[in-house]
Nanobody, 124 residues
Framework: QVQLVESGGGLVQAGDSLRLSCAASGRTFSGNAMGWFRQAPGKEREFVAAINWSGSITDYADSVKGRFTISRDNTKNTVYLQMSSLKPEDTALYYC?????????????????WGQGTQVTVSS
């Protein structure tokens, strides 16, 4: 079993920055890719960013490319999402997830473990 706990969310103004963290416990996660997804009220969960096991490969949704940065520290079993130039449309519940198998890191179905989420609210 894996437990994922997100933190770092909050209420910020447009243009501000936030760093989300996701701490993993219960098993070694250094061999797995990790992803961040988000879900806004009334909308489906969407892919935000993903990172491979070593941190050498990253992928981003077009909507956040150039503004968000995903990283990981395998010595701390933690993955991060640095968010800059935040916009009101970034407001959502942000989830981290551990990839357990599948054809694409962008597909939520490939992630077998999910955190409870951390709320990010960006005011205009």
């Amino acid at each position: 079993q894996v437990q994922l706990v997100e933190s770092g969310g909050g209420l910020v103004q447009a243009g501000d920055s936030l760093r989300l963290s996701c701490a993993a416990s219960g098993r070694t996660f250094s061999g797995n890719a990790m992803g961040w997804f988000r879900q806004a009220p009334g909308k489906e969960r969407e892919f935000v960013a993903a990172i491979n096991w070593s941190g050498s490969i990253t992928d981003y949704a077009d909507s956040v490319k150039g503004r968000f940065t995903i990283s990981r520290d395998n010595t701390k079993n933690t993955v991060y999402l640095q968010m800059s130039s935040l916009k009101p449309e970034d407001t959502a519940l942000y989830y981290c997830a551990l990839f357990t198998g599948g054809s694409s890191l962008r597909f939520s179905g490939g992630y077998g473990y999910w955190g409870q989420g951390t709320q990010v609210t960006v005011s205009s």
